[in-house]
């Protein structure tokens, strides 16, 4: 009876101390110790002694505890996370959807932005092929630092990625025409098909991979070529600078070998433009004998039909 009951003594005292054990437990963790606390990614590759993608996944729990903690992240949590995340991918940098993550939480200011920039550099050193790195990236570029050219060359690259939405080509455009730079083009479906415009609608897949680039895509066939000149090399002729283009069309409805051309002129901020591409047009003058710029004309000087 005796020897029952201390057992019985002993195991109410076993539980007792483990509840007094558990109470006296501190409620925070590691993640909970903040950014100090942070070893740094040189210090964490040498105490990793080669399990580097052990040593990553753990920091990697530690960063979405810091993110899952609080209701909502401020600039202090997102360094601890950026910290966090450039130990993880300098540790294992083949990781993909850490960097992501950290871009989507560093926004709080451009130190910040810019942190987030270099960890999704990084994972399109590692990742050159996943278009999400530049897309995140030129987002942060236009969003956050209202870089709009940095954003379209990012997003330039994304657009001919593998499984890339297909809005990326009128996004990079839109971007380009907020700098004020254009896409010049030369005559599609001309340069593809070799065959000028006729009374024949011609297949219309060369303009589709030309024009990707400025975002337009006809609807189908076509009897017309399209073409854009801009400052440079396709545009030798081109009197203005900078922010211009000319973009063209070209048909021979009637079918006499002489072609058509409606224009839009966009000026520089001089008031100079581009010629065609074909012929070297400039744009029309009005009834008033001023040139018609920012605006549909047809060149009267060109075959009407």
Same mark, same amino acid.
């Given at each position: 009876?005796?020897?029952?009951?201390?057992?019985?003594?002993?195991?109410?005292?076993?539980?007792?101390?483990?509840?007094?054990?558990?109470?006296?437990?501190?409620?925070?963790?590691?993640?909970?110790?903040?950014?100090?606390?942070?070893?740094?990614?040189?210090?964490?590759?040498?105490?990793?002694?080669?399990?580097?993608?052990? #040593?990553?996944?753990?920091?990697?729990?530690?960063?979405?505890?810091?993110?899952?903690?609080? $209701?909502?992240?401020? $600039?202090?949590?997102? %360094?601890?996370?950026?910290?966090?995340?450039?130990?993880?991918?300098?540790?294992?940098?083949?990781?993909?959807?850490?960097? %992501?993550?950290?871009?989507?939480? #560093?926004?709080?200011?451009?130190?910040?932005? +810019?942190?987030?920039?270099?960890?999704? *550099?990084?994972?399109? *050193?590692?990742?050159?092929?996943?278009? %999400?790195?530049?897309?995140?990236?030129?987002?942060?570029?236009?969003?956050?630092?209202?870089?709009?050219?940095?954003?379209?060359?990012?997003? *330039?690259?994304?657009?001919?990625?593998?499984?890339?939405?297909?809005? #990326?080509?009128?996004?990079?455009?839109?971007?380009?025409?907020?700098?004020?730079?254009?896409?010049?083009?030369?005559?599609?479906?001309?340069?593809?098909?070799?065959?000028?415009?006729?009374?024949?609608?011609?297949?219309?897949?060369?303009?589709?991979?030309?024009?990707?680039?400025?975002?337009?895509?006809?609807?189908?066939?076509?009897?017309?070529?399209?073409?854009?000149?801009?400052?440079?090399?396709?545009?030798?002729?081109?009197?203005?600078?900078?922010?211009?283009?000319?973009?063209?069309?070209?048909?021979?409805?009637?079918?006499?070998?002489? +072609?058509?051309?409606?224009?839009?002129?966009?000026?520089?901020?001089?008031?100079?433009?581009?010629?065609?591409?074909?012929?070297?047009?400039?744009?029309?003058?009005?009834?008033?004998?001023?040139?018609?710029?920012?605006?549909?004309?047809?060149?009267?000087?060109?075959?009407?039909?």
């Amino acid at each position: 009876m005796s020897t029952k009951f201390n057992r019985v003594a002993v195991l109410i005292v076993a539980i007792g101390m483990t509840g007094w054990a558990h109470s006296n437990l501190p409620n925070t963790t590691r993640s909970d110790l903040g950014e100090s606390f942070v070893p740094s990614p040189r210090v964490a590759s040498m105490m990793s002694l080669g399990f580097n993608a052990l #040593l990553a996944d753990y920091h990697w729990l530690q960063a979405v505890q810091v993110v899952g903690g609080d $209701a909502t992240v401020g $600039a202090e949590t997102a %360094r601890h996370l950026g910290k966090l995340i450039d130990v993880v991918t300098t540790l294992n940098p083949h990781v993909g959807h850490p960097y %992501r993550f950290a871009a989507v939480w #560093l926004t709080h200011d451009e130190e910040l932005v +810019l942190t987030g920039n270099r960890l999704l *550099e990084r994972a399109i *050193e590692n990742h050159p092929d996943d278009w %999400r790195n530049y897309f995140y990236l030129g987002f942060n570029h236009f969003f956050y630092l209202v870089d709009y050219p940095a954003a379209a060359r990012v997003l *330039e690259t994304a657009m001919n990625l593998p499984d890339s939405p297909a809005y #990326l080509p009128r996004l990079v455009a839109r971007l380009k025409s907020e700098h004020n730079t254009f896409v010049g083009v030369l005559s599609e479906p001309l340069g593809g098909t070799g065959v000028p415009p006729t009374t024949v609608k011609r297949d219309s897949t060369s303009i589709n991979a030309a024009f990707s680039a400025v975002g337009w895509l006809p609807d189908g066939n076509v009897f017309f070529d399209y073409d854009t000149s801009v400052p440079g090399p396709l545009g030798l002729a081109c009197v203005c600078v900078d922010g211009c283009f000319t973009a063209t069309a070209y048909g021979d409805l009637d079918g006499d070998g002489l +072609l058509s051309m409606v224009l839009y002129a966009q000026p520089d901020a001089a008031g100079d433009v581009c010629p065609t591409l074909i012929n070297g047009f400039f744009p029309p003058l009005n009834p008033n004998g001023d040139a018609m710029i920012g605006e549909v004309a047809r060149v009267t000087g060109a075959d009407d039909f």
